[in-house]
């Protein structure tokens, strides 16, 4: 029965494995940013001969961005990969089921999950209106793993995403913002800065950036499967929905 088969989606343990994760891994790289702060003596410092300023400048550097950054980045990647693999393992499952015409695979679309949307938009009757805020959510985040994939998170004003995602950061500027604090550049008074082939680079400035958007992935894939099931019992839900 399609309902069992969605069970996973349901349960408590989904995706909790990588909210461990996350937690584990940023509060390691925090333990090794306050090991290297120690060691920070502005007199010592400033004795160091150029080599060794360079190799402790960079040591610094490592600890308290390069290796956050690669690491939630990459971690973000991960998640959006593993909501396009579900999604898609939603679809199978609902196109064996119901033996339809066309599977996700039969659609056009730029992307796995525009495909994915369009299949449960036409075969699942699906609603996306009713997926929201968490579908809202996550289209976003899908713009914005586009800048991390495809530019290594270069972004100009010129982009056709830019007006969302320079949204999003002044929303959320302690959870994503631009490389040396720009987000908190008043346009008006930084003009130089913001004309259109200005490039900014995205930084993802907290962990909770990536523990909210697992949230999101969870509360998105319970919202769609309750759906998916109300469907298959029409004495659950009468409501019509639009194409």
């Known amino acids: 029965m399609l309902k069992i088969q969605y069970n996973k989606y349901l349960s408590n343990d989904f995706l909790e494995e990588f909210l461990n994760y996350n937690e584990i891994m940023e509060n390691y790289l925090l333990q090794r940013y306050f090991k290297n702060r120690q ?3 502005v007199e010592k410092i400033s004795s160091l001969e150029t080599t060794q300023l360079i190799s402790f400048s960079k ?8 290796y956050p950054q690669s690491f939630r980045t990459s971690f973000f990647i991960q998640i959006f ?3 396009e693999h579900e999604l898609k393992e939603i679809c199978s499952i609902h196109f064996e089921h119901h033996k339809i015409d066309f599977s996700m695979e039969d659609l056009k679309g730029n992307s796995e999950i525009e495909k994915a949307k369009l ?3 036409k075969a699942g009757k699906i609603d996306f209106l009713e997926m929201n805020p968490e579908w809202e959510y996550l289209n976003i985040m899908r713009k914005i793993r586009n800048r991390f994939v495809h530019s290594q998170g270069e972004i100009s004003q010129n982009h056709g995403d830019w007006k969302t995602i320079y949204s999003f950061i002044n929303s959320n500027k302690n959870l994503l913002g631009f490389r040396n604090c720009a987000e908190y550049l008043e346009e008006y008074k930084f003009k130089e800065l913001f004309d259109l082939n200005s490039i900014f680079m995205l930084d993802i400035q907290a962990p909770e950036f990536n523990s909210r958007m697992i949230s999101q992935v969870k509360k998105f894939l319970e ?3 309750k759906k ?3 469907l298959e019992n029409p004495t659950i839900d009468h409501q019509p929905h639009s194409l």
């Open 59 to 66: 040591t610094f550097f490592q600890e308290s961005t390069f």
């Open 81 to 83: 990969s593993i909501l």
């Open 228 to 230: 998916l099931n109300s």
């Open 39 to 41: 060691n920070f003596d």
């Open 223 to 225: 919202k769609l499967i």
């Open 119 to 121: 299949y449960l938009r």
